[in-house]
């Protein structure tokens, strides 16, 4: 065990194509709207200052879906 927890974030979307990978945590992104896509920035950001990683796990042929990795905290 890595002292991690790891949650992979699935739903019914078409998910996020290989093009994406690179560049999803560092650019607005959204399939909705131009003037949308700052969630994932967001996402990253928090998670970064929970001092964990965030990044796209490929799930099938040129689809990914988020995975967030936070550290465990013992008492």
Request: charged share 20%; net charge positive; hydrophobic share 45%.
């Amino acid at each position: 065990m890595d002292g991690m927890l790891h949650v992979l974030v699935r739903d019914n979307g078409p998910g996020f194509s290989t093009q994406m990978v690179e560049n999803a945590f560092q650019v607005a992104y959204s399939s909705k709207a131009e003037s949308r896509g700052r969630g994932l920035l967001e996402i990253a950001d928090a998670v970064r200052r929970l001092q964990g990683e965030v990044r796209l796990l490929p799930v099938a042929v040129n689809q990914h879906r988020v995975q967030l990795r936070l550290p465990l905290v013992t008492a």
